[in-house]
């Protein structure tokens, strides 16, 4: 893959520092305890979980040593938590694929399920329950209190009726790491793998709906964050996960850094559900099945800068605006070679989008799809851009295109020559056009 080289400013900023100072704290006028996860090849968790579990309401660090930490359920953390692992030497790594078609329907109350085949099942097993049409909040999610025969008995009620006339299954998938509710959790240099040759997918225990994603989606991402505020994600890699990489959903002033998410069958990074005044900064973002990066629903005053997003199978960036995102900024990146557009606005308003490069991007469908596309967006600015071309048989239709159902919007001082046509398609009403190159 040839990379186009590209300057990051740091800029270290006060914001930044509380970022930091926030997660680091524990109660005021305490010391945090620290205790050593052992490694329990009989715990569903490998032993973190039990590490966790020993600490107060006052949190504290656990750390995780080198090695392998074979998952069979999510590690739940708790507000004041720090986990600490070793980089690539400490690998939370999920289990073979299980799954199974339902048997029988089962209605909103049920806590068990009656499944076509068990096998393989056990207690302490993490689940999730999908149909050929449930997306987003709408898949269960449970843990296996027993096996009894084809039934698996559940620790909670289902939610929503599932039956076998809509093609409902269960699959052994979860987050490696989730929380909900959280204040000033660390997660700082780990690494989770998704053993992603051993999970090929729902489809191949019950097929999907045509129209619906074909996997999962956040709920099931990685690293799955709930109504987390002050929290820090540093120094992660995620490779291969069966859903999105790392999802932060209604929390606010959160810091991911310095992390990596590869090859994972979602968005690398996706923020949504209302998350509020958080920073994606200096992490990168590769060969995912989505977007990079992922602006979902209602996420305000975002800042996602000096990150890089290269050979993803949607977007480097997509859904900034979407379902009321605002006041959001995404400044220095790079967003090269993926297979739709570098950056992608759609649906929204009062964003800015500026100093990224965007190469080489629409590798999917060549000429179809621009360096920064508008579309559905007012009032937004996208300034100091660079958005080009290198490749001998360019793929990038335009450095910058606007759909004529934009409005206000300000486009200037962007550099947008040598794509496979004009380096600017501007058919937006209103705004201002200045100080562009194509």
């Known amino acids: 893959m ?6 990051v400013v740091v800029v270290t900023t006060a914001a930044a520092a509380s970022f930091v100072a926030a997660a680091d704290d524990t109660r005021a006028g305490t010391r945090p305890p620290s205790v050593t996860a052992k490694l329990d090849a009989q715990s569903p968790t490998a032993g973190i979980q039990e590490a966790i579990d020993t600490l107060d309401r006052n949190g504290g660090v656990v750390t995780i040593p080198s090695g392998e930490y074979l998952l069979r359920q999510s590690i739940r953390v708790r507000s004041y938590v720090t986990l600490q692992g070793s980089g690539e030497k400490t690998v939370l790594r999920k289990v073979k694929q299980l799954g199974s078609k339902l048997a029988a329907e089962a209605d909103a109350e049920s806590r068990s399920i009656q499944v076509e085949n068990a096998s393989g099942f ?7 329950i999908f149909d050929r049409t449930t997306v987003g909040w709408l ?10 025969g084809n039934e698996l008995l559940l620790d909670r009620r289902l939610g929503r009726a599932f039956g076998p006339a809509n093609g409902a299954a269960v699959i052994n998938y979860f987050p490696a790491i989730t929380g909900h509710g959280l204040t000033k959790v660390v997660l700082k240099d780990l690494t989770i793998d998704g053993r992603a040759e051993d999970n090929p997918g729902p489809a191949v225990v019950s097929a999907r709906e045509k129209r619906k994603p074909p996997d999962l989606g956040f709920t099931f991402a990685a690293i799955n964050l709930l109504e987390m505020t002050d929290g820090r994600i540093e120094g992660c890699r995620v490779n291969g996960w069966p ?3 790392v999802s932060l959903q209604k929390g606010s002033r959160n810091l991911v850094t310095k992390c990596v998410v590869l090859n ?3 968005p690398g990074y996706h923020a949504g559900g209302r998350e509020t005044d958080c920073e994606f900064s200096y992490s990168e973002a590769r060969g995912n099945h989505g977007d990079g990066f992922y602006f979902c629903a209602w996420v305000t005053r975002a800042k996602v800068k000096n990150n890089k997003f290269i050979g993803n199978e949607e977007n480097g960036i997509g ?3 979407d379902s009321g995102d605002i006041d959001n900024v995404v400044e220095n ?3 090269q070679e993926n297979a739709l557009c570098g950056i992608a606005l759609w649906d929204g308003a009062s964003n800015t989008v500026k100093n990224n490069t965007c190469a080489n991007n629409s590798r999917a469908s060549p000429g179809q799809w621009s360096g920064i596309r508008l579309s559905k967006t007012d009032k937004s600015v996208v300034s100091g851009n660079r958005c080009f071309d290198s490749q001998q048989t360019k793929t990038q239709k335009h450095g910058i295109e606007e759909s004529a159902d934009c409005r206000e919007n300000t486009i200037m001082g962007n550099d947008c020559r040598g794509n496979a046509r004009q380096g600017l398609a501007l058919a937006g009403q209103g705004g201002t056009r200045k100080g562009n190159r194509e």
Not at 2 to 7: D, K, N
Request: with cysteine; aromatic share 0%.
């Open 139 to 148: 898949h269960g999610h449970a843990i296996v209190k027993a096996v009894r």
């Open 243 to 245: 859903a999105d990489g």
């Open 319 to 321: 859904g900034l605006g």
């Open 122 to 128: 056990r207690q302490g097993d993490e689940i999730g």
């Open 2 to 7: 040839r990379l186009v080289r590209v300057a």
């Open 264 to 266: 994972c069958r979602g």
């Open 333 to 335: 990146n790079l967003c």
